[in-house]
């Protein structure tokens, strides 16, 4: 009887359609005990039948989810058991309240995509956004709700392994990007049942670790962290996204999962957001390790008072939430915010009104790798390969050609081009590079293959049949890079060069007196100076996806003209990182005639490859950018125009970048700053007049008072193909 009130209570709370989320959240919380609460608020990976994982409660899982003690959980894929656990959930429990099931659905659940630092190459939003929406109606078929994407994290340090997983080292690019990410999971609806709710992350800052080392500590002005590191989760919280997580790192002491700053502050603060944050895999048990809290128990006080929501898999709010509010060392308030969160973003899915809307077996059948997703993920393809050298334009290569060697560890690879963080992709799926371009070439052309050596590893012995391969070829191209599990988390390098033997299989080749060509796969820039010297040509294809062996071949044979651009500088050499185009113009910059200025008495300051670069098949010229006007108000827009012309003989796409740059300040300001580009389309001999308007935000920065504001004074504008070939105008702003 008592069973049968609540559940008529909760109906006509949950199905008011004209209450608002947080009246409805409220309505159940109103019928919650606090261990149902702190139940909302626990996170656990999979479910499990018998015996505790370390750390874990003893009961089975089917046992806690009657009692309503979890609220989520990750790494349950299918519909299938999905079902199962929501069953139990919303059939068995008291209160029926449902589970948002989470995934790390990073670039694809089974049809992948290319890397995020490869979709970046792209520069294109719009398909970012198609990349994100695919990914969510694919993931959602299969019982997911919730994908623990877009991360957004700045990277200045190709060290750090999970530059892999985000958009590189530019805020604004990064804030677009991050946008279209959360667009394209949540979509217009988020009550539909293939929109997928979007965790941020890692907030905040967690590309900053010291020395490139992943977990490491990050220290940062709060200067560096408003004007850079925050732009892009701030800018996925405006565009909506429904939760954050928080980050493994401490920033200045004070780690993310116990930073009131963060968290309370800014998030809730400043930014006014809802979402809710979930930690980090047992990041509030790492409070422990970090050494701010001693033990278990205070690391939970200290999660929930930062406002950090779910515990993901630490059990410090299962085991001690409930004690420390009847201690009354956490205000029960908290945890009623916490789980208000939680339960917002239950409803936003539309979870209380269907609860199985995710789990339809024929749905999950007919949809994954379906046509339109599959062929999404080549359209995707096409815009993130990066040509970085084309020496006397070797490549496209003819199609008349009688032989080539494919050369390398990477030509045969089904499990590489998935890259580093692929969920369920399968191998199977993936088209190599050998199946691409033996599908393209036909028998007219004779390939002559050769492995050559591993992605790791000393052995040479594969070095005199690659030869011969290439001997007998008329031209040759090599495949090399990262093994896929050497970028993501944990993989942070110290070194930034081709693994193994990979550059000394090169050299070799070289000295056949063939043209070379290499192909890059890899998942962080790479120090390559003597490629670039030596090689006829380079294609950056990051690693594409499933599609990655069509695109490849479609590049080299000139069915596709390349037209990404790096989202990251690539170094000469590790010493120079932390590199990146926007940095401070310092009291001494290099002046090659006075020793005493800012430079490597090794090496040459400048990268290999600058940001937003990227070359074409074919050659486009900019005319000197005009400025609508060159005295401004604070208040005051302005446009600037530059006129591209395609000057080659092939149809290309082109971003133009404009930069800016404020030459004083009330503090110091980046030498550029990327403040807007547009990716067009150009035939051969055609121009189009690509027009900017920079608003009074694009000149705002945090002055000497952390104040956002426009000051007074001249700036410069630059517009080019990349961060260091451009034209520049001058304007004034006035009072
Ligand atoms: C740890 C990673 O840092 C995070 O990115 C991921 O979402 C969680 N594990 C869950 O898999």
């Known amino acids: 009887m008592k069973k049968m009130f609540l559940f008529i209570l909760i109906g006509s709370a949950l199905f008011a359609q004209n209450k608002t989320y947080t009246q409805r959240a409220d309505s159940v919380l109103a019928l919650m005990t606090l261990e149902e609460k702190v139940g909302q608020l626990v996170q656990y990976s999979g479910d499990w039948a018998t015996g505790a994982a370390q750390g874990r409660p003893s009961e089975t899982s089917d046992e806690l989810l009657k009692k309503g003690k979890i609220g989520s959980f990750l790494n349950v894929v299918s519909s299938e058991k999905t079902m199962k656990l929501q069953k139990i959930a919303v059939e068995q429990s008291r209160l029926k309240i449902p589970l948002i099931f989470g995934l790390d659905v990073i670039h694809g659940y089974f049809s992948t995509f290319p890397v995020p630092i490869g979709e970046a190459s792209s520069w294109n939003p719009t398909l970012i956004e198609k990349s994100a929406r695919m990914q969510a109606i694919e993931a959602s078929s299969a019982g997911i709700h919730w994908t623990f994407n877009p991360m957004v994290d700045i990277a200045r340090d190709p060290r750090w392994g999970r530059i892999m997983e985000g958009s590189g080292e530019d805020p604004y ?8 990410r959360v667009r394209g999971y949540q979509g217009k609806d988020l009550s539909a049942n293939n929109t997928i709710l979007a965790c941020v992350k890692h907030y905040a800052a967690y590309g900053g670790a010291e020395g490139g080392r992943d977990y490491n500590t990050v220290d940062l002005s709060e200067r560096n962290l408003r004007e850079f590191y ?61 050494g701010v809290a001693k033990d278990r128990m205070k690391a939970a006080e200290l999660g929930i008072k930062a406002t950090v929501d779910m515990d993901m898999e630490t059990s410090a709010y299962f085991y001690h939430l409930a004690e420390l509010v009847k201690e009354g060392k956490v205000d029960i308030k908290l945890v009623d915010d916490a789980v208000r969160r939680v339960l917002i973003a239950k409803f936003k899915l539309g979870l209380f009104d269907d609860p199985y809307k995710y789990c339809n077996v024929e749905r999950e059948k007919k949809t994954i790798k379906s046509k339109e997703i599959v062929d999404a993920t080549r359209e ?7 040509l970085l050298k084309n020496e006397k334009n070797i490549l496209p290569l003819s199609k008349s050609l009688k032989s080539i060697a494919l050369i390398g560890p990477l030509v045969k690879s089904k499990d590489n081009p998935l890259g580093g963080w692929s969920a369920l992709g399968d191998s199977n799926d993936v088209v190599s590079v050998y199946e691409g371009l033996t599908q393209k070439l036909g028998k007219n052309v004779k390939i002559n293959y050769a492995e050559g050596c591993t992605i790791l590893g000393k ?62 796969m890899n998942g962080r820039p790479l120090t390559i100076p003597w490629l670039q010297e030596n090689v006829n040509a380079i294609i950056e294809a990051w690693y594409p996806g499933i599609s990655a062996g069509i695109v490849i071949a479609d590049a080299l044979f ?7 651009k790096l989202t990251v500088t690539f170094p000469r050499y590790v010493g120079q990182v932390p590199i990146y185009y926007n940095y401070k113009n310092t009291g001494r910059p290099h002046d090659p005639t006075n020793h005493y200025t800012s430079y490597y008495m090794d090496l ?27 005295n401004i108000k604070k208040d005051e827009s302005l446009t600037v125009t530059v006129e591209v012309k395609n000057t080659g003989k092939f149809e290309g796409k082109e971003v133009v970048q404009l930069y800016i740059r404020d030459l004083v300040g009330s503090v110091t300001r980046p030498v550029k700053e990327l403040k807007d580009f547009a990716k067009i389309s150009l035939k051969p001999g055609e121009t189009k007049k690509v027009e900017f308007t920079i608003t009074p935000e694009k000149f705002k920065f945090y002055d000497i008072n952390l104040k956002h504001v426009v000051e007074p004074g001249d700036f410069k504008v630059f517009v080019g193909t990349n961060s260091v070939d451009v034209k520049e105008a001058s304007f004034t702003v006035v009072e």
Not at 480 to 493: D, F, L
């Open 173 to 180: 690019l990064g804030s677009l990007m991050a946008a279209a």
């Open 604 to 630: 040459e300051n400048s990268p290999l490859y600058p940001f937003g670069y990227g070359l074409s098949y074919t050659t486009f010229e900019y005319s000197a950018p005009t400025l609508s006007k060159t």
């Open 459 to 520: 052995n040479k012995s594969g070095f005199a049949t690659a030869v011969k391969a290439a001997k007998a070829s008329e031209v040759v191209v090599v495949f090399v890079g990262e093994h896929r599990g050497m970028s993501g988390e944990a993989n942070s390098r110290a070194t930034l060069d081709l693994p193994g033997v990979q550059e000394d299989l090169v050299k070799e080749l070289k000295k056949t007196g063939k043209p070379v060509v290499v192909v890059l």
């Open 558 to 564: 000139g069915d596709l003209n390349p037209n990404g």
């Open 230 to 290: 925050l732009l892009p989760y701030k800018a996925a919280v405006e565009a909506g996204a429904g939760s954050l997580m928080a980050s493994f790192n401490e920033i200045g002491g004070v780690p993310s999962s116990a930073s009131k700053f963060l968290m309370t502050d800014i998030l809730r603060g400043e930014w006014k957001s809802d979402a809710f944050v979930v930690s980090d895999w047992n990041s509030i048990g790492e409070l422990i390790p970090h």
């Open 380 to 386: 995707v393809a096409q815009e993130t390969l990066v």
